[in-house]
């Protein structure tokens, strides 16, 4: 099974500043089984990245992500108040699928 | 648009089986070419994965669930399930159904839908 850690576990950044959140898998993982995802209370969570790097439907172009191998990024190039939210990364490789702790952006 | 909803008890005592159930609906077609899942959130904690259904039939699991979850699926009626057996305190959680994938096969998580979670509680 495929570990995947993601830090800092808290990020408090101002509107418009730069996020960056990591993920780092146990083992290198296939290009395409990396997906990123925003949760905000009391919603579902919704898919921003997959693929380490294709937007999903409707994701503003702030959010990127990028990466290769064992760790992966997740950029919010301009902080919006509404980006405060819980950012899970998650890998599917070999048909088990895990997810990361969670990084909590505050702003 | 593609609309996923959980429904089932949301009490369940210790030892008992859980059962729930999620309904798909709109643009429901190609069911089949889709991975149908179940996540997990216990309080406090991070988004886990039960297991998903492709195909109505193949099944996976988390290890850490294989001996107490049963996933299965009937596209007839488009939907899919969850038993859970011998339940305790720990499987307190919003339960949410998912659709991963992308009508390829190849890719099982890419959940871009989910259902609004349905919260479960075990207690005496």
């Known amino acids: 099974e495929v570990v995947v850690t993601q830090s800092p576990a808290t990020l408090s950044l101002s509107p418009g500043e730069r996020a960056t959140l990591s993920c780092r898998a146990s083992?290198?993982?296939?290009?395409?089984?990396l997906s990123w995802y925003q949760h905000k209370p009391g919603q579902a969570p919704r898919l921003l990245v997959y693929g380490i790097s294709t937007r999903a439907t409707g994701v503003p172009d702030r959010f990127s992500g990028s990466g290769s191998g064992r760790d992966f990024t997740l950029t919010i190039s301009s902080l919006q108040p509404e980006d405060s939210a819980l950012y899970y990364c998650q890998q599917d490789y070999n048909f088990v699928l895990t997810f990361g702790g969670g990084t909590k952006v505050e702003i | 648009q593609l609309h996923l909803e959980e429904s089932g008890p949301g009490l369940a005592k210790p030892s008992e089986t859980l059962s729930l159930t999620c309904t798909v609906s709109g643009a429901a077609d190609n069911i089949g070419t889709y991975y149908w899942g179940w996540i997990r959130q216990s309080p406090g904690k991070a988004l886990e994965w039960i297991g998903s259904?492709?195909?109505?039939?193949?099944?996976f699991y988390n290890p850490s669930f294989k001996s107490r979850a049963t996933i299965s699926a009937d596209t007839s009626k488009s939907q899919f399930f969850l038993q859970l057996s011998s339940v305790t305190v720990a499987d307190t959680a919003v339960y949410y159904c998912?659709?991963?994938?992308?009508?390829?096969?190849?890719?099982?998580?890419?959940?871009?839908?989910w259902g609004q979670g349905t919260l479960v509680l075990v207690s005496s």
């Open positions: 259904v492709y195909n109505s039939g193949i099944t």
């Open positions: 083992q290198s993982l296939t290009t395409e089984y």
């Open positions: 998912v659709r991963g994938g992308d009508g390829s096969a190849v890719f099982m998580g890419r959940l871009a839908y």
